[in-house]
């Protein structure tokens, strides 16, 4: 059996990574003929590819090293949790130190009664879960036709079954027979792309109501749940209007819907706060958490769930779970994670010195010709890039053209950064 190691050449581990490794969201053979890029090592917020080229990660990995990477606090963490408890479930009327305390700390954490956790390994998990809790908290309520979600076009949930449906995301509702029944979804808040003559607040007002329509459309009897993501990530960084989480809050409540907030991106100091449903001003019933839970250290995400719901789901055997679920070594790395983020202050920081001082950077780019938009939230940001800033036109060449070109620049001299479409994103870890 060959040993496979960072000392191979980097065409060698190209040839192998060809030969046998399946990349998510890529066309396998065009990746095969141009070669993988090889990722051998990462500090800090660095990363050093197999021919010893150093880039700095704009991304934070995907969207999640919030504390940066080689933590050896991290390292420690691990080590003593695979000694003492390398791997236990939570079915069977059985729980574990790691989990309690996670579990004890993120209802610490997170906003207003959110007192209770289900632990999954990933966001797309974790959403999969609210889809079932949500429809079985109605069923049990003696409501079991209100099973409807609502959420919205490019938006995105994760790309299992679940998550795949529940996100507006035409390529992946283009395979699998996807969006699976009952899923509904409607216009995104996305000001700078149809927001049209509109003021965002005007805007944020009219798509927030597209909700309303929809539960009136199908009747308030059959809709269970709405969901979105507090900032949309993989759609492009679009921060919605200061009048929409409002607005989508009091029809919630008015039609008794329950309001799911997907902060797998967003939340652990993204945008300055805990969650960015702090941040926006809103309290919704379920709130879906993954990436900075443990900085990308280890897989782990989960529903961070109301009393309200978590009274009647536990009044029931809730028939769901993962063999992975609330993993002792993931809890114990998410736990050093939100040990770090805390007593190193680094949710002061973002709000004091780091956001303040991409956002002076960011917004000067909005100068350039090409660029019809530059916006932040916290420490994350989109560009917009145009040919025509009065008209916020498209480039001539097919969508996402332009894009690629320049990320592909930014990775030619040493910067991670990710397009979507033709707009360019950012998301760096928060040290």
Not at 8 to 13: F, I, M, V
Not at 267 to 272: A, P
Not at 273 to 302: H, M, Q, R, V
């Amino acid at each position: 059996m060959t040993t496979i190691t960072n000392h191979l050449p980097t065409a060698e581990l190209q040839r192998l990574d060809a030969a046998h490794h399946m990349h998510p969201f890529t066309t396998g053979d065009a990746l095969n003929k141009k070669g993988a890029r090889v990722i051998t090592k990462a500090s800090g917020v660095f990363l050093t590819d197999s021919e010893g080229v150093e880039i700095l990660d704009g991304m934070a990995g995907l969207w999640c090293v919030n504390i940066g990477y080689g933590r050896e606090e991290m390292a420690q963490a691990a080590a003593r949790q695979i000694r003492e408890l390398t791997y236990y479930n939570t079915f069977f009327q059985t729980t574990h130190v790691p989990a309690i305390a996670l579990a004890a700390k993120l209802a610490e954490l997170a906003p207003g009664d959110l007192n209770h956790v289900f632990f999954a390994g990933s966001g797309s998990e974790a959403n999969d879960t609210n889809l079932r809790m949500v429809r079985t908290y109605w069923a049990q309520k003696g409501q079991p036709d209100k099973k409807i979600v609502i959420a919205r076009r490019n938006g995105y949930h994760g790309s299992t079954m679940g998550g795949g449906s529940l996100g507006g995301m035409a390529p992946i509702h283009s395979q699998g027979g996807l969006p699976i029944p009952d899923i509904h979804h409607i216009g995104q808040p996305h000001w700078y792309a149809e927001g049209g003559d509109m003021t965002p607040e005007e805007f944020g007002l009219l798509r927030a109501r597209e909700l309303e329509e929809a539960i009136l459309a199908h009747g308030p009897d059959r809709v269970a749940a709405f969901i979105g993501e507090a900032v949309q990530g993989a759609g492009g960084v679009i921060v919605p209007p200061t009048t929409y989480w409002p607005e989508i809050q009091r029809i919630c409540k008015q039609y008794d819907i329950l309001l799911i907030v997907d902060e797998v991106i967003t939340g652990f100091g993204r945008t300055g706060n805990w969650f960015a449903c702090e941040t926006f001003g809103i309290a919704p019933d379920i709130i879906t958490i993954a990436k900075g839970l443990s900085s990308g250290y280890a897989p782990i995400g989960g529903s961070v769930v109301s009393d309200r719901v978590a009274a009647v789901i536990n009044a029931c055997e809730f028939n769901h779970g993962y063999t992975y679920s609330g993993h002792p070594v993931a809890a114990a790395l998410a736990l050093e994670n939100l040990r770090i983020l805390e007593e190193e202050r680094i949710l002061d920081h973002v709000r004091d010195v780091a956001a303040p001082h991409l956002k002076a950077k960011w917004e000067s780019l909005a100068d350039h010709p090409l660029v019809g938009e530059a916006r932040l939230c916290g420490m994350m940001g989109s560009i917009a890039l145009t040919p025509d800033k009065a008209t916020r036109a498209k480039f001539a060449a097919e969508e996402g053209t332009v894009g690629l070109i320049c990320r592909e620049r930014c990775f030619a001299n040493g910067l991670v950064m990710r397009h979507v479409g033709d707009r360019m994103i950012i998301s760096p870890p928060l040290v």
